[in-house]
C-alpha cells in the first residue's frame, strides 16, 4: 500500500505477512507468494530474545485474529483479501526457551497466545442427559413401555441406553441409538426395571442421566370372597358364588374352581363377570376359590370357602298314637313332630298286613286323621319329610289296634262315661258335656299340666285352647280322660 510500517506493531505483521502470500515486486524481481496454509508468523518471544522486534501479546493476538478472518483491523494496514486468510498456518519463534524468563513473568505467553489463536478447540464433550418417560415409579399399563429422554449437546452422535431389572439382569444395553426415543415390547411381566441413559459427541460419553424406575404389570392380588359366607348352609340348590372386583390392573377373567366334600370337581370355569350362579347336588358340602388373570398371568387364589347345600330332612319322629296302643275309636288322628329343614310335605303311610290303606304324600301338617278303620284290626303307620333335596328318612314303624267294642270315644263320649268333646280335633274353642263334678286338667305328651279349671257345677262348658300351641293334649276330669287335638 506504499506505506511504511514499524516492527513491534500489528500493521507491520499484517502487512508483512499479506506481502508474503500475496507476493511483490522488487528491483531485485517477482516473488510470487506462498498459500497461506504454508505461512508462519515469526517473531520474537522475549526483549532480551532479539535486537528488535518484540511485540507484545495483546498485539499479536489482535493482528493476528485479523489475518485469520476472525478479528477487526487492528491498524491503518487493510487487507487485500476481504475475510482474511483462515489457513495461515501459525506462529514461530527462533528461541523458544525465552518464552518462560522472568521478562515474561515466567509464563508462556508466546505459547499461550498461538494456543488461543490456532489450537482446536477442544469440543465439551456431552450435558448430562435428562429422563423424560416413562416418570421414576410409574406402574405402566401394559407390557410394553415406551422409553423417552431430552437431547443432549453439544453435537451428540450417539446415545447409550442401560436397561436392567431390579435383580440385575440386563434387558438392553445399547450404545448405537441415534434416536431419542425407543418403543420396547413384550418386556417381563411383573417386575421393577432400572434405566438411564447418556450421550456421546466427539470429545466421548457424557455422564449417565439420573437413574429412573418403573414397573410392569403386575400379577393380580388374591381375590376376596365375599358370598356365600364361608361354612355357610345354604336355603336352596341353586348357589350364587359373589367375589370382590381385582383391583389390579387390567384383569381380563376369573377362574373358579368348586369341589365336594368327596373331592370330585363340580365346576372349574371362567367368568369375566364377579358373580357365578350353579345348580348344586343336595346334601352336600362344597369347597371353592377364585383366581383373577391379568396380561401378565394368573394371581394368587383366594382363601378357600365352604358351604353346604340343603340337607334331606330329619327323620320323622312320630307322637301319637303310642306303638302298640289299644284305642277305642275308628278315628284316629296321627301326629309327629314337625321335621327340618324347609320340610313342605309329608308323606303318611298306613297299612294292615301288606296292604296299604292309605299313602298321602301331600300332607303339609303334623297331623292326619284316618276315619272309618276296621275295628278289631291291626295297622301299622309311619311318616317321612320332603323338602326341596327330597325325602328324608323314614319315622320308625309304629303299631295299632282297634278294639271291636267301643269303650272310649274321643269325640263322643262312651258307654262307660257321658263326657262328650266337640269339635275334636279343634282350632281353638272346644265344648264339654256331661261333666261331673271335678276339676279339668290338661297335660302335654310329656306329662307337664298346661291348664287347670276348678271344679264346676254345670253339665256342660266351653275352654278355650286357643292360647296353647297347636299339639295333642290329654284332658282329665275326675277318672275321665279324653284325647284333645289343638290344630
Known amino acids: 500500500d506504499r506505506n511504511v510500517y514499524t516492527q513491534g506493531t500489528a500493521d507491520f505483521i499484517v502487512a508483512m505477512t499479506e506481502a508474503v502470500i500475496q507476493g511483490f515486486t522488487t528491483n531485485g524481481g517477482v516473488f510470487a507468494g506462498l498459500p497461506a496454509s504454508k505461512i508462519a508468523v515469526g517473531l520474537p518471544a522475549a526483549t532480551g530474545a532479539a535486537g528488535g522486534g518484540f511485540?507484545?501479546?495483546?498485539?499479536?493476538?489482535?493482528?493476528?485474529?485479523?489475518?485469520?478472518?476472525?478479528?477487526?483491523?487492528?491498524?491503518?494496514?487493510?487487507?487485500?483479501?476481504?475475510?482474511?486468510?483462515?489457513?495461515?498456518?501459525?506462529?514461530?519463534?527462533?528461541?523458544?526457551?525465552?518464552?518462560?524468563?522472568?521478562?515474561?513473568?515466567?509464563?508462556y505467553a508466546y505459547a499461550n497466545n498461538w494456543q488461543t489463536l490456532f489450537s482446536p478447540q477442544q469440543q465439551q464433550r456431552p450435558a448430562k442427559t435428562v429422563l423424560v418417560l416413562p416418570g421414576t415409579g410409574e406402574q405402566l399399563p401394559a407390557n410394553s413401555v415406551r422409553l423417552e429422554w431430552q437431547p443432549s449437546t453439544p453435537s451428540v452422535t450417539h446415545y447409550h441406553l442401560d436397561l436392567r431389572t431390579r435383580r440385575g439382569e440386563t434387558v438392553l444395553n445399547d450404545t448405537s441409538l441415534t434416536e431419542t426415543?425407543?418403543?420396547?415390547?413384550?418386556?417381563?411381566?411383573?417386575?421393577?426395571?432400572?434405566?438411564?441413559?447418556?450421550?456421546?459427541?466427539?470429545?466421548?460419553?457424557g455422564d449417565w442421566s439420573d437413574e429412573r424406575t418403573f414397573f410392569s404389570v403386575p400379577l393380580p392380588q388374591s381375590v376376596r370372597l365375599i358370598a356365600p359366607d364361608s361354612n355357610a348352609q345354604l336355603r336352596t340348590n341353586t348357589v350364587l358364588l359373589q367375589w370382590a372386583k381385582n383391583r389390579s390392573p387390567g384383569i381380563s377373567e376369573y377362574r373358579v374352581v368348586m369341589m365336594d366334600e368327596s373331592g370330585v370337581k363340580r365346576a372349574d370355569t371362567l367368568?369375566?363377570?364377579?358373580?357365578?350362579?350353579?345348580?348344586?347336588?343336595?346334601?352336600?358340602?362344597?369347597?371353592?376359590?377364585?383366581?383373577?388373570?391379568?396380561?401378565?398371568?394368573?394371581?394368587?387364589?383366594?382363601?378357600?370357602?365352604?358351604?353346604?347345600?340343603?340337607?334331606?330332612?330329619?327323620?320323622?319322629?312320630?307322637?301319637?298314637?303310642?306303638?302298640?296302643?289299644?284305642?277305642?275309636?275308628?278315628?284316629?288322628?296321627?301326629?309327629?313332630?314337625?321335621?327340618?329343614?324347609?320340610?313342605?310335605?309329608?308323606?303318611?303311610?298306613?297299612?294292615?298286613?301288606?296292604?296299604?290303606?292309605?299313602?298321602?304324600?301331600?300332607?303339609?301338617?303334623?297331623?292326619?286323621?284316618?276315619?272309618?278303620?276296621e275295628r278289631g284290626r291291626e295297622y301299622r303307620w309311619r311318616v317321612q319329610a320332603r323338602n326341596i333335596s327330597g325325602w328324608g328318612g323314614w319315622s320308625d314303624k309304629r303299631n295299632i289296634t282297634i278294639r271291636k267294642a267301643i269303650t272310649l270315644d274321643v269325640s263322643v263320649g262312651s258307654a262307660e262315661d257321658s263326657l262328650v268333646v266337640f269339635p275334636n280335633p279343634t282350632d281353638g274353642m272346644i265344648h264339654l258335656r256331661g261333666l261331673r263334678s271335678s276339676a279339668l286338667s290338661f297335660y302335654d305328651m310329656l306329662g307337664v299340666c298346661v291348664l287347670r279349671l276348678p271344679p264346676v257345677s254345670t253339665e256342660s262348658i266351653s275352654v278355650d285352647m286357643s292360647p296353647l300351641p297347636s299339639g295333642v293334649y290329654l284332658l282329665q276330669s275326675g277318672g275321665i280322660r279324653r284325647m284333645v287335638v289343638k290344630r
Open 181 to 205: 426415543t425407543l418403543l420396547l415390547a413384550d418386556i417381563a411381566p411383573a417386575s421393577e426395571f432400572l434405566w438411564r441413559v447418556r450421550a456421546k459427541n466427539g470429545s466421548g460419553w
Open 55 to 107: 511485540t507484545d501479546s495483546a498485539t499479536v493476538g489482535a493482528a493476528l485474529r485479523y489475518l485469520l478472518g476472525k478479528g477487526a483491523r487492528p491498524g491503518q494496514y487493510t487487507l487485500v483479501q476481504s475475510g482474511g486468510y483462515p489457513t495461515l498456518r501459525g506462529m514461530m519463534t527462533w528461541s523458544v526457551n525465552w518464552d518462560a524468563t522472568v521478562q515474561n513473568r515466567n509464563r
Open 271 to 373: 367368568v369375566r363377570d364377579t358373580i357365578l350362579v350353579l345348580t348344586i347336588p343336595p346334601a352336600t358340602g362344597f369347597r371353592w376359590r377364585v383366581q383373577a388373570r391379568n396380561i401378565s398371568g394368573w394371581g394368587g387364589w383366594s382363601a378357600e370357602w365352604l358351604f353346604r347345600s340343603v340337607p334331606y330332612p330329619e327323620r320323622t319322629v312320630a307322637v301319637l298314637p303310642a306303638n302298640n296302643d289299644t284305642l277305642q275309636t275308628d278315628t284316629v288322628t296321627f301326629v309327629w313332630q314337625r321335621s327340618q329343614p324347609g320340610v313342605e310335605f309329608y308323606r303318611f303311610e298306613l297299612r294292615t298286613g301288606d296292604t296299604v290303606v292309605a299313602l298321602d304324600s301331600t300332607v303339609a301338617d303334623t297331623l292326619i286323621t284316618m276315619r272309618g278303620l
